[in-house]
């Protein structure tokens, strides 16, 4: 056997553990989330921008798949449910902030929406105190007041916060599609 042979036979099967790990992740997020997922008022979140071009819907299931890996990678022994039901519904506002009017004496989007997402879960699903302290902490350290105290509530915080950048620059992996990163230099 070639060494090219055997390069390519270790590629085959890497690849193949690389998706056996996807099946497992895809196969946690709907196994605990499939509620939600299904929900319609958490479908009609394809419809609202969250990040870049990225959907509200889009970016609550990455937050809940790279929740589930830093929880396995970490060795940190999160509980996956309620990891994949508060990650899915951390940005359950259900409006459009980019377009929406700003009423008198409103918070910004960035320190209130917690507490929308908050209110919309708890009227439409049935959430542990741990997945409430997910939904409102959150925004944390931009809200000072609502500090993560559950491991999970931390785990989703970091997840959230490296998704949202991963999207505002545009690198997209896991359940999301992969688009090419563009760069334009400039000559002087």
Request: with cysteine.
């Amino acid at each position: 056997m070639t060494a090219a042979e055997r390069k390519a036979i270790r590629r085959y099967y890497k690849q193949e553990a690389a998706n056996k790990r996807k099946r497992e992740m895809y196969y946690e997020i709907h196994r605990y989330g499939c509620d939600i997922l299904q929900g319609n008022n958490f479908i009609s979140t394809k419809a609202y921008v969250q990040h870049g071009s990225m959907s509200v819907n889009q970016h609550c299931k990455s937050v809940a798949e790279a929740s589930l890996r830093i929880n396995k990678r970490l060795r940190l022994n999160g509980d996956n449910r309620e990891l994949v039901r508060g990650a899915l519904l951390h940005d359950y506002f259900l409006y459009d902030w980019h377009n929406r009017e700003k009423k008198k004496g409103e918070r910004l989007h960035g320190f209130a929406h917690a507490n929308a997402a908050f209110t919309n879960a708890v009227h439409d699903y049935d959430i542990s105190e741990k997945q409430k302290n997910i939904i409102c902490s959150h925004m944390w350290p931009l809200n000072l007041t609502k500090l993560p105290r559950c491991r999970e509530a931390w785990i989703v915080t970091f997840a959230d916060k490296y998704c949202s950048l991963m999207e505002t620059l545009k690198v997209h992996r896991g359940i999301l599609k992969r688009e090419p990163v563009r760069v334009k230099i400039r000559k002087s």
